[in-house]
């Protein structure tokens, strides 16, 4: 819906009382010593980022059917010219909103709608319709799974409550047995070391545009995905060309290492890669191994994320939730728990081990580019097309920060490798942007420590090397860099 019909659609509201800004609200300090037409003016501006507030805290079905199904009891055109199904899911919102739950919970008298339309508002969910976040409809429906679903939870259960139940001991160990002395030394010695950082290499990866870059478990290769729809694998530090992979008919996207790949443990598949062709004909931005190995995470614009099991070599989950494409995914450090950013503002934390949504990431006023969980287990960040990074606290599913981090968007946020073995420590988060630059920051108080700049464009990814000896960064200028306190 254009900003032009939102007004429009608000000074019907205000004059018929649906939005009320009351004029001894400070919202409205001074307005009273303007004219007439800028008082006015200013009461429909702050009316409409009132009710864009309402809007975002509304949640309506991803099934268009549905949405058009309430349009139609709302007596509203179930479709504009130009519009698709993600404005149309955005309309809903407004006319939530301004209506009230009662104007949906019941179907006016005489409506008559199709078989298709009747069915699906008959198995809706419901919406939250106020700005508390009231459901229409409270009652929970499910659908029928395959068997190899309850096969991939069970299993999923029992490796992440031993990794969970470790990562917690190791944690307790460390902070019993260190010093708080010591532990702040070690941070400086950190952060000093940071400061420090600088290019060591850099190389033309392809002759288009690089959109994803991603260091070997062993930080002995790197993998870079580019739009010519070609992965390369390349020897580190020498900046050697080792594999070039072809396949892809388009732009890809994304490409990954098996967690495994490249160690002693290693086993036959070592990369997994993503492009705009998708192998079903879905457009796929982002993927993420399972810690595991043995999953496989991917983010499709079809407004949900899939999960495949390679042991059974079949999709085993396609999750929705997300009201717009789906373009980030990340998992727990103990494979518990899954994390997806999509084009929506939101990000939702998703329990692996029964489906459910535990935390719902509300605050970008954009795209959500970017997710990841600290080694820590229950710190998170999320980058964003609103220039800025927000870190998460799952424990507590609160927002602690949020990072003023570039001029443009984030497109990768990543926290450092654990240094401390089990235990989660993590010293530092990295941000890079398509303003050109990569940023680190302090972890976990948030203040800025370097920067990186030498790229001529947008950066479209960065990596930290799991022995966090040096950072790579690739970008639209078809370059990777290598970034090291002292030469690698």
């Not at 902070?175 to 420090?196: C, F, G, I």
Request: proline share 5%; glycine share 8%; net charge neutral.
């Amino acid at each position: 819906m254009s900003s032009g019909q939102q007004m429009s659609i608000l000074r019907d509201s205000i004059k018929s009382g649906a939005i009320d800004v009351p004029l001894g609200s400070a919202l409205l300090d001074g307005v009273a010593s303007q004219p007439p037409e800028q008082s006015e003016s200013r009461r429909e501006m702050l009316a409409l980022v009132e009710l864009r507030r309402k809007t975002r805290q509304i949640q309506v079905s991803t099934d268009d059917r549905e949405v058009r199904a309430y349009l139609r009891q709302l007596g509203e055109p179930i479709c504009l010219f130009g519009e698709d199904a993600a404005d149309r899911r955005e309309r809903l919102k407004t006319l939530i909103v301004l209506h009230g739950e009662s104007a949906i919970r019941k179907r006016p008298a005489g409506a008559s709608d199709s078989a298709g339309d009747s069915e699906a508002a008959a198995s809706t969910a419901g919406a939250s319709t106020s700005a508390s976040g009231a459901a229409i409809n409270k009652e929970l429906w499910y659908h029928e799974g395959p068997e190899a679903l309850k096969t991939g939870r069970l299993w999923l259960a029992e490796y992440s409550l031993p990794r969970a139940r470790a990562r917690l001991d190791a944690a307790r160990a460390y902070y019993a047995n260190t010093p708080d002395s010591v532990r702040k030394a070690r941070h400086m010695e950190w952060q000093n070391n940071l400061r420090s950082f600088a290019i060591q290499a850099s190389q033309i990866g392809d002759s288009r545009p690089l959109s994803y870059c991603q260091v070997s478990p062993d930080s002995s290769q790197l993998a870079v995905s580019s739009w010519s729809g070609l992965c390369q694998v390349w020897r580190l530090p020498e900046c050697e060309l080792a594999l070039t992979l072809r396949g892809h008919k388009t732009n890809a996207c994304c490409v990954a290492w098996h967690p495994k790949a490249t160690t002693p443990e290693a086993g036959p598949v070592a990369l997994a890669s993503s492009s705009l062709d998708g192998a079903v004909k879905l457009w796929v931005s982002r993927l993420a191994w399972h810690p595991s190995g043995r999953f496989l995470g991917t983010c499709v614009f079809d407004y949900s994320w899939r999960l495949w099991d390679l042991e059974a070599g079949d999709e085993i989950l396609h999750q929705e939730g997300h009201s717009k494409e789906v373009y980030d995914i990340a998992f727990h450090p103990d494979g518990s728990l899954a994390l997806t950013g999509g084009l929506d503002s939101f990000g939702r934390v998703w329990d692996l081990r029964n489906g459910r949504c535990v935390m719902l990431l509300e605050g970008h006023q954009r795209s959500v580019l970017s997710v990841a969980f600290a080694p820590n287990g229950h710190h998170m960040a999320t980058g964003s097309e609103d220039n800025g990074a927000k870190l998460w606290d799952l424990r507590k599913q609160v927002c602690l920060y949020t990072v003023p981090a570039h001029t443009s968007n984030v497109s990768k946020v990543l926290f450092q490798p654990g240094s401390s073995g089990a235990a989660g420590i993590s010293h530092f988060l990295l941000t890079a942007s398509y303003d050109g630059s990569a940023r680190l920051w302090s972890h976990p108080n948030w203040t800025p420590i370097h920067q990186l700049s030498g790229h001529e464009s947008r950066l479209m990814c960065a990596d930290i090397a799991p022995d966090s000896r040096f950072i790579v960064t690739c970008g639209f200028d078809r370059t990777f860099k290598l970034w090291a306190a002292q030469p690698i």
